[in-house]
């Protein structure tokens, strides 16, 4: 029998055996069942040299692009991974507190750190309504959490970051709250608008192949810290909104839809840069979080930071 001539299942064989050294046992299987998979999808697809080698052409855009965040959330994989630490919470029976929602891949460490209340967009030319959003951290007994530690970020009226759209300020439209000792906490920023995947990109050219829009519904984005509660990622979302439930990201959850109130604020925003008698768009809000069951469930560190530091 020759060494050198196989058949797809002897090549299969090979690739997913061959080796001089241990490796990584769960990488080597993990491997080994995605290249299965593959080597399938080619077969039973009839996928042809053309289609291969455009696909790899694109993976290769797509990492240059650095925006493989888009299409993890776009092919619904982050929520995929809520939905299993879902279950696990469900069958562990501690399904409680804020509903858990995706991180998406435009949190950035280091925002400016305040006490209490923060303006997000007091250096920024963003336009929009005026929009206050307050209320406080809660454990899920009901006890308000001083000094927790709240990342807040989200897009200006054109749909960019901060450090990741071109004339933005670094931390525009990011700011870090510390809870007050009632556990309150209160941010005053722009009403964002929803945003989508970038055009002419290796994500719009997926979504146009796939004839799927790319829309996400407007929303804000959460990461709070506590001692010994669970780092609860979350994000908010803005009603009235066109894609609040067609959401290109699948991230929209019951229960983070806030409501919001048009009034003329009250006297005690001043602060905040507002005058009593401001129109403003007005939300209450409160997070509430699980008591962690170990010191990684109550970890600082962001999805993104936890493997980058593993
Ligand atoms: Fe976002």
Redesign the pocket.
Known sequence: MSKNEFTVAQLLDRVNTVRVAEGNPRVRALVARVVSDLFKTIDEMDVTPDEFWAATDWLSRLGASGQMGLITAGLGFDRLLDIKLDEADAQAGRAAGTPRAIE?P?YVPGAPLSKGEAWLSEDSPSKGEVFVMEGRVLDIDGKPVANALMDV???NEVGG?SHFFPGLKEFELRRKIETDAQGRYRFRSVLPPG?AIPPNSPTSELFDALGRHGH?PA?V?FFIVAPGLRTLTT?INVPGDTYLDDDFAFATRDGLVIDLKRIAAPAGYESLGIAAGTQVALSTFDFVMQKARDDDEASPLTRMARVATA
Request: hydrophobic share 25%.
């Open positions: 998406g435009l970020w989200h897009a970051y945003y996400r929303h984005h994000q």
